[in-house]
């Protein structure tokens, strides 16, 4: 059953709003002034289900991703570059500037003397474990991309690039479905539970205890224990704080320009005039830029949009099942799963993502049909 539902464009979008809704009504005592954003995000994931049936755009079934295997094709070659430019510019970040949860876990959003450039790359992290999987024949390769792909949020505290190194690994693996030790649930199941106990960790280190929050929280959230609420708080508090501002009216388009505008002021909400109940939580959905820039009109517009790019994904891998063409599938699947918590698709930096997917292709054309040795370099297609 479950497998059937990846294939659902819905499944990606509606149901993490469900999530997230359920989330904010276990997590928080309820007003009345919230109740527009709970029908907002209500009315979203049932049009959002509702369009999946209307449209019937399905991924393509899923015996057609069985055995996926890119390496030794041209675009396979160029996806091996960039995985290992990207590992390069890990190492920089490594070693260049301190480590923050060695060095000091409160510098985790501390990017002076460059490191913000080198971070560009850096933070494509989470490509390392799906390229390790669809590139390499290596199975020490693999799992050393693997590794680093894991390893490398944990040290910078980016539980966001975790989360996307472990869907995207994840993904893969259940997709690819290929008989090894390393496709199994065997496998799978204890990193997606390390994933969420690591989550929870590196909550505690970035912001230290959730005692004394100004925020109207449940007493099933009370009693949870520590690691708990930390999850339960991530779900929930971006549509939480989108409520709040909805009913506040709040308007500021300058964070929906800093997001979609490269280098036009910070598009961070801390520290700001934003009237958020407890401004140390101050995640908002990828909606909330919208929201205070458009209203709620606009906030629906940039739902219907974000499915119609996941729509867009999908259909690419319905033509061919390229390297490049997964890529994109799957940054936008994570985003859109990820659209409930933190702004990341409609930000100049996810359309340069997928600029880069779309140069693989163009890349890849130019490579020679024969390899140094002699050997040839086989067929891109299925």
């Given at each position: 059953?479950?497998?059937?539902?990846?294939?659902?464009?819905?499944?990606?979008?509606?149901?993490?709003?469900?999530?997230?809704?359920?989330?904010?009504?276990?997590?928080?005592?309820?007003?009345?002034?919230?109740?527009?954003?709970?029908?907002?995000?209500?009315?979203?994931?049932?049009?959002?289900?509702?369009?999946?049936?209307?449209?019937?755009?399905?991924?393509?079934?899923?015996?057609?991703?069985?055995?996926?295997?890119?390496?030794?094709?041209?675009?396979?070659?160029?996806?091996?570059?960039?995985?290992?430019?990207?590992?390069?510019?890990?190492?920089?970040?490594?070693?260049?500037?301190?480590?923050?949860?060695?060095?000091?876990?409160?510098?985790?959003?501390?990017?002076?003397?460059?490191?913000?450039?080198?971070?560009?790359?850096?933070?494509?992290?989470?490509?390392?474990?799906?390229?390790?999987?669809?590139?390499?024949?290596?199975?020490?390769?693999?799992?050393?991309?693997?590794?680093?792909?894991?390893?490398?949020?944990?040290?910078?505290?980016?539980?966001?690039?975790?989360?996307?190194?472990l869907f995207s690994l994840v993904l893969t693996f259940v997709l690819q479905?290929?008989?090894?030790?390393?496709?199994?649930?065997?496998?799978?199941?204890?990193?997606?539970?390390?994933?969420?106990?690591?989550?929870?960790?590196?909550?505690?280190?970035?912001?230290?205890?959730?005692?004394?929050?100004?925020?109207?929280?449940?007493?099933?959230?009370?009693?949870?224990?520590?690691?708990?609420?930390?999850?339960?708080?991530?779900?929930?508090?971006?549509?939480?704080?989108?409520?709040?501002?909805?009913?506040?009216?709040?308007?500021?388009?300058?964070?929906?320009?800093?997001?979609?505008?490269?280098?036009?002021?910070?598009?961070?909400?801390?520290?700001?005039?934003?009237?958020?109940?407890?401004?140390?939580?101050?995640?908002?959905?990828?909606?909330?830029?919208?929201?205070?820039?458009?209203?709620?009109?606009?906030?629906?517009?940039?739902?219907?949009?974000?499915?119609?790019?996941?729509?867009?994904?999908?259909?690419?891998?319905?033509?061919?099942?390229?390297?490049?063409?997964?890529?994109?599938?799957?940054?936008?699947?994570?985003?859109?799963?990820?659209?409930?918590?933190?702004?990341?698709?409609?930000?100049?930096?996810?359309?340069?993502?997928?600029?880069?997917?779309?140069?693989?292709?163009?890349?890849?054309?130019?490579?020679?049909?024969?390899?140094?040795?002699?050997?040839?370099?086989?067929?891109?297609?299925?």
């Amino acid at each position: 059953m479950l497998l059937t539902l990846l294939r659902y464009p819905s499944f990606y979008l509606a149901f993490p709003m469900i999530i997230a809704l359920t989330g904010m009504i276990a997590s928080f005592e309820l007003s009345i002034d919230v109740l527009g954003g709970i029908l907002f995000f209500a009315i979203a994931a049932v049009a959002i289900v509702a369009l999946d049936f209307i449209l019937g755009v399905r991924l393509p079934q899923l015996q057609s991703f069985q055995g996926m295997d890119f390496s030794g094709t041209r675009q396979g070659l160029v996806a091996v570059l960039l995985c290992w430019l990207v590992a390069a510019f890990c190492v920089i970040d490594l070693t260049a500037f301190p480590i923050p949860l060695i060095v000091d876990p409160s510098s985790y959003a501390t990017f002076d003397g460059g490191r913000n450039h080198i971070r560009h790359i850096s933070n494509l992290s989470w490509l390392l474990p799906p390229l390790a999987l669809l590139c390499f024949k290596s199975r020490a390769v693999r799992i050393a991309l693997i590794t680093m792909g894991l390893i490398f949020p944990l040290l910078v505290i980016d539980r966001n690039r975790l989360f996307a190194a472990l869907f995207s690994l994840v993904l893969t693996f259940v997709l690819q479905r290929k008989k090894s030790p390393l496709h199994s649930w065997k496998v799978i199941a204890p990193l997606l539970l390390a994933g969420l106990a690591v989550f929870s960790l590196l909550g505690a280190i970035r912001s230290g205890t959730l005692d004394g929050l100004a925020l109207p929280l449940s007493g099933f959230f009370q009693n949870s224990p520590e690691g708990v609420k930390w999850l339960l708080l991530y779900v929930s508090a971006g549509v939480y704080n989108f409520s709040c501002i909805m009913a506040k009216g709040y308007h500021n388009a300058s964070f929906l320009y800093a997001q979609l505008i490269p280098f036009d002021g910070s598009a961070e909400t801390l520290g700001t005039d934003i009237p958020l109940d407890a401004p140390t939580i101050n995640v908002g959905t990828e909606f909330f830029p919208f929201l205070m820039a458009l209203g709620w009109g606009g906030a629906m517009l940039s739902v219907l949009a974000l499915y119609g790019m996941l729509l867009w994904s999908i259909v690419l891998l319905r033509d061919d099942i390229a390297v490049w063409r997964f890529l994109i599938f799957l940054r936008i699947a994570y985003v859109s799963i990820m659209s409930p918590f933190a702004p990341q698709a409609f930000t100049w930096t996810n359309f340069g993502f997928v600029a880069i997917c779309l140069t693989i292709p163009i890349i890849a054309h130019f490579l020679p049909e024969r390899t140094a040795e002699g050997g040839l370099i086989r067929d891109d297609g299925r």
